[in-house]
């Protein structure tokens, strides 16, 4: 059973950064690709980003594109998330999810999901 855990959320003034960890433990994380979703109050599920297997092939949501950055180091079983130029419309639980094959489908739900991590962006 793979087990998530998110790490570094807060709250930061627009205009700021903050870069979100995700310890995996538990399973193979070099094989599967990985992703960030992330949800605010009274909305769905958004998609942040993703990152292929090998550290390539980073996908962003429309939203995110310019400002996130995703990276993995797989010696460490470490996924993050750099969040520059936060606004506060990036007010959201961040979600760490392990998908079930190499590379990011867009659509594709995660197969395993960590516990969360709120980041609150004040004006």
């Known amino acids: 059973q793979v087990q998530l855990v998110e790490s570094g959320g807060g709250l930061v003034q627009a205009g700021g950064s903050l870069r979100l960890s995700c310890a995996a433990s538990?399973?193979?994380?070099?094989?599967?690709?990985m992703g960030w979703f992330r949800q605010a109050p009274g909305k769905e599920r958004e998609f942040v980003a993703a990152?292929?297997?090998?550290?390539?092939?980073?996908t962003y949501g429309d939203s995110v594109k310019g400002r996130f950055f995703i990276s993995r180091d797989n010696a460490k079983n470490m996924v993050y998330l750099q969040m520059n130029n936060l606004k506060p419309e990036d007010t959201a639980v961040y979600y760490c999810?392990?998908?079930?094959?190499?590379?990011?489908?867009?659509?594709?739900?995660?197969?395993?999901w960590g516990q969360g991590t709120q980041v609150t962006v004040s004006l």
């Open positions: 999810s392990q998908f079930s094959g190499r590379y990011y489908w867009p659509g594709t739900p995660g197969t395993y």
């Open positions: 990152i292929s297997w090998g550290g390539g092939s980073p």
């Open positions: 538990g399973g193979t994380f070099s094989g599967y690709a």
